[in-house]
């Protein structure tokens, strides 16, 4: 590959689940640099990302695979890895449980909508395809047509 149009990249421990059950912990590989903020690619950014497919590199090999964003259930980092910018004072929190086939994820969702637009329903239905959940030091991105339940404990 010519160098001049290689992507810089950076490397961010993550684990994913996937719709068959299975686990595996690894690397995704986000931007370098953005042009809308200084820093590498937040996680929520690039999951969020159009493209179908994306790259991940299983722990203890030395190529990646690619993998169908259509297929992950839910994926894990560590807080603070890649997580993204502190949010507005004005946001609503809610903790919520997610229940997907053959999996729970248990955590807080931050509600960034209009004030009218603030309840967990809202930010079910809202344009994106993953929910961002956090709990026990981890950011969890569920993809919303896994989930088949969403409780307020």
């Known amino acids: 590959m010519v160098e001049e149009f290689r992507v810089p990249t950076q490397a961010i421990g993550a684990e994913i689940l996937l719709a068959d059950g299975s686990q595996i912990r690894g690397e995704i590989f986000v931007a370098a640099s953005m042009a ?3 820093g590498p690619e937040h996680v929520d950014e690039w999951i969020e990302e159009p493209s179908a497919f994306f790259p991940f590199l299983p722990e203890g090999q030395t190529s990646a695979l690619v993998y169908a964003k259509a297929a992950v259930v839910a994926l894990s980092v560590r807080i603070g890895d890649g997580d993204g910018e502190p ?17 729970t994820h248990e955590g807080r969702v931050t509600v960034d909508l209009p004030s009218h637009q603030r309840r967990v329903l809202d930010y079910m239905n809202h ?17 919303k047509t896994a989930v088949i339940c969403v409780r307020e404990p």
Do not use: K, M, Y
């Open 36 to 38: 809308t903020h200084t």
């Open 87 to 103: 949010l507005p004072d004005d946001t609503a929190e809610h903790r919520v449980i997610l229940e997907c086939a053959g999996s």
């Open 127 to 143: 344009e994106r395809s993953f929910v961002c959940l956090v709990g026990d030091g981890q950011v969890h991105f569920v993809r």
